[in-house]
């Protein structure tokens, strides 16, 4: 692990490539686990002040099921996580012709109507962070799911860090994200030696 701030950061992030393939996968992370997408305490509550500008882009049965729910719950865990479909999807995606599962929250953000983009468990995947003592811990997250986002990212030689640039600086900031790529360089120049 490198320390860098208050964060622990993986050698995993340097030495794993990943590219997220939505057409092969068509977002299969929405579907697929224990529970939905976990979320922080602000997060769930910027999406429930935000849920009039996300709804447009919801599921009929989604919109129900909220309704009925609510659009978070407490896991075994503890943590917030949004609710899912008795099939399985979260509550904030919906399916398109396609078949590709697309986050409504994102949608919305990026169509410049609500100020928060989605939960970071989503925004960076597949990073998970867990706090560990006074620091936050980031590691890469092996899902059998994500296999053609890894051959994607191996193609194309793009390592997790450089895939995930912009969540990383939106959560940690640019400083701490140039820091990292140094670390990165420095890191790699060892490796060859």
């Known amino acids: 692990m490198i320390i860098i701030g208050n964060t622990l950061v993986s ?32 997060e769930k509550s910027r999406i429930e002040q935000e849920f009039e500008k996300i709804k447009p882009y919801l599921s009929e049965a989604s919109l129900a ?21 008795p099939t399985g999807e979260c509550n904030f995606v919906k399916r398109d012709e396609n078949g590709l599962l697309s986050c409504g929250i994102e949608k919305s953000f990026l ?12 925004y960076l995947y597949p990073i998970r962070v867990i706090k560990v003592g006074d620091y936050e811990a980031l590691n890469y997250h092996r899902w059998d799911i994500c296999s053609a986002a890894c051959s994607l ?19 940690f900031g640019e400083e701490w994200y140039t820091e990292l790529v140094a670390i990165a360089a420095a890191y790699f120049e060892e490796k060859k030696s």
């Open 65 to 85: 099921d909220i309704e009925k729910r609510g659009g978070f719950e407490i896991d075994e865990d503890g943590e917030w996580v949004t609710t899912c479909l």
């Open 11 to 42: 050698e995993d992030l340097f030495d794993q490539e990943f590219i997220c393939n939505l057409s092969a996968c068509k977002g299969s992370c929405c579907i697929e686990g224990d529970s939905g997408a976990p979320a922080t305490e602000l």
């Open 111 to 122: 169509n410049g109507e609500s100020a928060i983009r989605k939960p970071s468990s989503c």
């Open 153 to 171: 990212g191996k193609q194309e030689k793009v390592a997790v860090y450089q895939f995930l640039k912009e969540p990383l600086i939106d959560r």
